[in-house]
């Protein structure tokens, strides 16, 4: 389901976030891992934003048999982030894996009325997460 590309030494869980993602969607997924100097040009790219970031997706058209899109994480962010709040990488990679998938999925919690978060809070509690990006941008 997860087709993953790791550029880093980062450890990925595939088994973990191909969990999460099967409760979902049915959808395969990209799934690329990336240093900070790599999604600050992903980023400026195709979002107009110099900057690195932690996370980005890229939803494909919906057309039979494609894949749901790509999420490009900062292998750099995961690593930072898990050390700021006392969680492991995986844990972060699995926070900011939903929060990329979520997107895939049409939410975008810029704009909507809590929804995104709300659903986010959801696959937290089902897979016993922490505190998500969302919940930590906004908490």
């Given amino acids: 389901m997860i087709e993953l590309e790791n550029n880093t030494s980062l450890s990925v869980d595939v088994n973990f976030l191909n ?7 049915d959808k395969h997924i990209e799934l690329i891992i990336t240093t900070d100097e790599d ?3 992903i980023n400026k790219e195709h979002r107009g934003i110099d900057k690195e970031t932690d996370v980005l997706s890229f939803p494909y058209e919906d057309m039979p048999m494609a894949p749901l899109g790509s999420i490009v994480i900062s ?21 900011l894996f ?5 997107h895939l999925l049409g939410f975008d919690h810029e704009v909507d009325n809590g929804e995104m978060r709300a659903e986010e809070k959801n696959i937290i509690e089902k897979f016993n997460l922490p505190n998500s990006l969302i919940i930590r941008t906004q908490g």
């Fill in 75 to 95: 292998a750099t962010h995961v690593k930072q982030k898990a050390e700021e709040f006392g969680h492991t990488q995986d844990d972060e990679l699995a926070l």
């Fill in 19 to 25: 969990k999460i993602a099967s409760s979902l969607t």
């Fill in 39 to 41: 999604i600050k040009i």
């Fill in 98 to 102: 939903i929060h990329g998938l979520l």
